[in-house]
């Protein structure tokens, strides 16, 4: 059945590429869904509604995977043999993993601070964050779409994954100062 | 045929047959039914004209038994046997059954804690049956004919012990489940479809028992819920109890020991100064005094205990607020949470909607609009808005499509799932807030020399630990291959469906066997036990059950008959002449089958043409994206 085995990007018609269209995207997850979910073979035979459990399950995969840019650029890569292997492989380059540990560093001495003294650190924090992070999604869309070279954006999807999780843990700190 | 009603001429566009379907509302404090009427949905009314069903059952002395008002009334002097708010102990143990501090009698058994009654032991399962079955009837006397199934609604933050819970007890009552959906969804879509709304929402619904809040999307008829949280242990009950502990320290009635989990109550009870009856006087009249604040700002709480008291203090709205304001504090933090999973800010909400007779709480509409910045949408009734919605949703699970149904539900589930790991950690699989249907695959592999089978431990929950989370079943899979140690490759997929329930089914892929696997649930009803009591109730009583196997097959069959002719009709032309002809052939062998009464061939008949319609169904479903994509609606007659 062509459906089941198609791309995530080949299942909702959209060309292959780390650049997304997020409204095409949208759209086109919408327009799928209402077509292939379950309840929509209420009438239906045992057979219909296994096929249609099984497209739902996969439309609403392909859209969390091609929504989010870690894990677009992380199937591109998988789609042309270049895994990154995100749970298995911590090869980082030097430099990365010492910015890493200093951001852990001041993370930890503003959960240490008084709440009023937090917030011009933490928005110096915040900048950089957002910097990095902005800048390794401009890397992966030149390696990605432009170079077409996926080993070496598998490295910077690596990086991009430490620097998400990193991302959570200020959110939640920041939701944490806001609320007190 | 009993399952099809033929519609006036001209009333419908649709061809001439509607199955009947029903929405359930089963909540802690009532319960009600609605089904969709010559397109508009409505909620049943009994012979009084009453729409509400007090979910109160009664197991009187005589051996039958009251449902609803007749029950509420004898509450206080009979209260071992008049069991109120039952869905809150649906798939829980004893231990947080003795939380709710309520005057049962409550009885240990595995699986879910059950209640002693002058009709002996009754599983909340089956309490909740008697209220399913009395409002089947009433929709089978209203709307004249046999229900093809029912949605029922559960709160969304209930967990999947709970949801098995109110499946059982539907079909202990005679009904087919269409669908379990979640309380916030159902209110979104009667909401939404009534205004034709657009953008972010979120429902606020503060049930009797349960407290949910969801973030919804709605675009061009998909609602798509976002993210949802809540506390199924809080609700309007809490409020009433919170009047009750007040009154007894008020009152000095009980000397109040401060430690850790207790509670006046408890003390109360255990020291006897107060019987289970007085407990439930004094909860009666909490509730009355709960809803007149809502309308005046001074009420008295007065109530007679069994030994010739009376309690009779003032009560303001704002001493109410004070004594309840943890509880309040609880549903705003958990809304907190939803926005912050959502990643959007209160500011981007269009509009909230309340749902539950609680939401009539001035205090809770003054928190919510300030939060939101914004008055909350009020406009629907919150004690009917879940019942209309969840009818509208059945209308369309029983295959009653008409020109305007080009809508569709999205869920989520609203606890992450995950795998016990060595040290008693939980290793996350499925995130809480990913929408279903969704599937997600581990591998595993054995720890000695030609072990055959591995059991996994699935809990809910958010935590690190087992511990912490809730205990969703174990899963033994069997039949794994004999090899070395480490050199199986077990694949495990875990499957959530549509009603938010995990099957899992598992493959050694070297081999490429696939492993059989035992359910071993950690709350709910064995089928064993679902069997006895099925048995004894009055459902079966009345049917043979061989002669209900082939009731049941026979009835598959016609829907696979009249299935396979309308998807041909459409999609014929995607089969070759010979393709045709075979399913042609299927399709005639079953219909002389069903004729008779062979079981054993009916069911062979209807696998074969399941099997024989699979690549037509698979490229039905391949035309059916291409044209979504392509922009045109699949109900198109194309040339």
Known sequence: ?180 | MALLQISEPGMSPEPHQRRLAIGIDLGTTNSLVATVRHGVPEVLADEEGHLLLPSVVRYREDGRLDVGEEAMRLAAVDPHNTIVSAKRLMGRGLEDARKLRSPYEFVDAPGMVKLRTRAGEKSPVEVSAEILRVLRVRAEQSLGGELVGAVITVPAYFDDAQRQATKDAARLAGLEVLRLLNEPTAAAVAYGLDNGAEGLFVVYDLGGGTFDVSMLRLTKGVFEVIATGGDSALGGDDFDRAIVEWALEETGTVEHQQTAGSSVIDSALGSGVLTSGDLRAMLVEARRAKEALSDHPLTTYSVRLSDATRVTLPLSQQRFEQITRALLDRTLNATRRVLRDAKLGADQVSGVVLVGGATRMPQVRAAVGQMFGKPPLTDLDPDKVVALGASIQANLLAGNRSADDDWLLLDVIPLSLGIETMGGLVERLIARNSTIPVARAQEFTTFKDGQGAMAIHVVQGERELVADCRSLARFELRGIPPMAAGAARIRVTFQVDADGLLSVTARELSSGVGASIQVKPSYGLSDDEIATMLQSSFVSAEQDMKLRALREQQVEADRMIEATRAALAVDGDLLHTAERQDIDTLVNRLIAVRAGDDLAAIRAGVDSLARGTEIFAGRRMDRSVAKALAGRKVDDVAP
């Open chain 1, 1 to 180: 059945m062509k459906a089941l085995n198609s791309s995530h990007f080949e299942l909702f018609g959209l060309s292959e590429g780390f650049a997304i269209d997020r409204e095409a995207l949208d759209s086109a997850f919408r327009r799928v869904q209402s077509a292939v979910h379950p309840d929509r073979f209420g009438a239906g035979t045992d057979t219909e509604r296994r096929i249609a459990m099984q497209l739902a399950t996969q439309a609403n995969e392909a859209y969390r995977t091609l929504r989010d840019p870690l894990l677009r650029a992380a199937y591109l890569c998988e789609l042309h043999g270049a895994d990154p292997q995100v749970h298995s492989n911590t090869a980082m380059p030097g430099e990365f993993l010492l910015t890493q540990m200093e951001w852990r560093e001041q993370l930890e001495h503003l959960e240490s601070v008084e709440s009023g003294e937090a917030g011009a650190p933490l928005a110096v924090l915040r900048g950089q964050i957002d910097q990095a992070r902005a800048a390794l999604l401009a890397k992966l869309a030149d390696a990605l779409d432009r170079q077409r070279e996926f080993f070496l954006a598998s490295g910077l999807v690596r990086q991009l994954m430490f620097v998400e999780r990193f991302n959570e843990d200020l959110s939640v700190f920041e939701d944490r100062l806001e609320s007190s």
